[in-house]
């Protein structure tokens, strides 16, 4: 009796082992927020702002890993205006090492849309690397 339900025990063992289970991956959902694994670039920060003093900017921080040897930063400052986006500024600034922080000021207008465009170019060992990144924001001056 106990080597029949042995030999039973090894039985479903094995051909528990020998079978297939189907598994899923999937990619995320296109509103979710994935951490990008950048090759030339270790932190970027972008914000919009309007301070009480009355004006607005749009400003981007960046840090390159080690070797990152330029990184150039553009801004682009658009108001919204009916059902079209209106360029009201924008900057671009070159920094020759591996960190850079560039900030663009404009003169807004309470409780209309802002929106940011910025296209950052990462260079290590003469390798670009463009991060685009968008931001919207009312202004508010609360």
């Known amino acids: ?25 999937a990619l995320p959902d296109t509103g979710e927020t994935v951490q990008p694994m950048w090759d030339n670039t270790s932190m970027l920060n972008i914000a919009i702002d309007f301070p009480e003093e009355g004006y607005g900017f749009s400003e981007c921080v960046v840090i390159g890993k080690t070797g990152v040897t330029k990184i150039v930063i553009e801004i682009v400052v658009y108001k919204r205006v009916g059902l079209s986006w209106i360029q009201v500024a924008e900057k671009s600034e070159t920094f020759n ?24 170019t990462v260079t290590k060992n003469n390798i670009d690397e463009v991060i685009e990144k968008e931001m919207t924001r009312v202004c508010n001056f609360n």
Request: with cysteine; proline share 4%.
């Open 1 to 25: 009796m106990k080597k029949t339900i042995l030999t039973l025990l090894a039985i479903i063992t094995l051909l528990a082992s020998a079978t297939v289970i189907p598994a899923n991956a």
């Open 97 to 120: 090492h591996f960190n850079g922080a560039s900030s663009c000021q404009f003169l807004p207008v309470e409780g209309a849309s802002y929106k940011s465009t910025y296209k950052i």
